[in-house]
T-cell receptor, first 118, second 115 residues
């Protein structure tokens, strides 16, 4: 079945440091890939997405490139801020058989806690 | 603010009890999803409804059930609760739930504690 593996962290950085959170996936089809972010006490928000190989998703200074050859979708940011402190989830959406039929299904990694210190 | 609302925010109950979690999707969204987030299992898809009908089931226990009403709000019913059901339960919604790259909008979650 589909799965997502991401570095578990926690990751602690100083402000303006470079961020990489690794994410690799296993899927039977041609999934779309996502990064969601969860700020303390809130629900998940879509950060960026990519729908096919070599696509680059970007938002708020974050980037990730869909690499089919390495089945990866690593999240990067050149200069993190304190306000980026959150949990980051890598996810894929693939057509899958689920009980009751088949449909697109989001599969999440376990999340990576990022703390940015001033 | 995603536009998805969930009530209650917190719920504390005893083993063996039954609870109902409520979700109102974003205006115009027809599809509702339920997820369970726990420390050991991470974020797991439970079930999806589209315009009142069940569309897909994930890792949902037989003790759990859900429904989506004509006004498109959804309820997740958890019965015969066990300690291991303690978790954060998220509802999400999307426009129609048929697109692979479609964004899901998440509510703030209901934290369930079973004692």
């Amino acid at each position: 079945g589909d799965s997502v593996t991401q570095m578990e962290g926690p990751v602690t950085l100083s402000e303006e440091a470079f961020l990489t959170i690794n994410c690799t996936y296993t899927a039977t089809g041609y999934p779309s890939l996502f990064w969601y972010v969860q700020y303390p006490g809130e629900g998940l928000q879509l950060l960026l997405k990519a729908t096919k190989a070599d696509d680059k998703g970007s938002n708020k200074g974050f980037e990730a490139t869909y690499r089919k050859e390495t089945t990866s979708f690593h999240l990067e940011k050149g200069s993190v801020q304190v306000s980026d402190s959150a949990v980051y989830f890598c996810a894929l959406s693939d057509w899958a058989r689920v009980r009751g039929g088949s449909n697109y299904k989001l599969t999440f990694g376990k999340g990576t806690l990022l703390t940015v210190n001033p | 603010d995603s536009g998805v609302t969930q009530t209650p925010k917190h719920l504390i109950t005893a083993t063996g009890q039954r609870v109902t979690l409520r979700c109102s999707p974003r205006s115009g969204d027809l599809s509702v999803y339920w997820y369970q987030q726990s420390l050991d299992q991470g974020l797991q898809f439970l079930i999806q409804y589209y315009n009142g009908e069940e569309r897909a089931k994930g890792n949902i226990l037989e003790r759990f059930s859900a429904q989506q009403f004509p006004d498109l709000h959804s309820e997740l019913n958890l019965s015969s609760l066990e300690l291991g059901d303690s978790a954060l339960y998220f509802c999400a919604s999307s426009v129609d739930g048929t697109g692979g790259a479609e964004e899901q909008y998440f509510g703030p979650g209901t934290r369930l504690t079973v004692t």
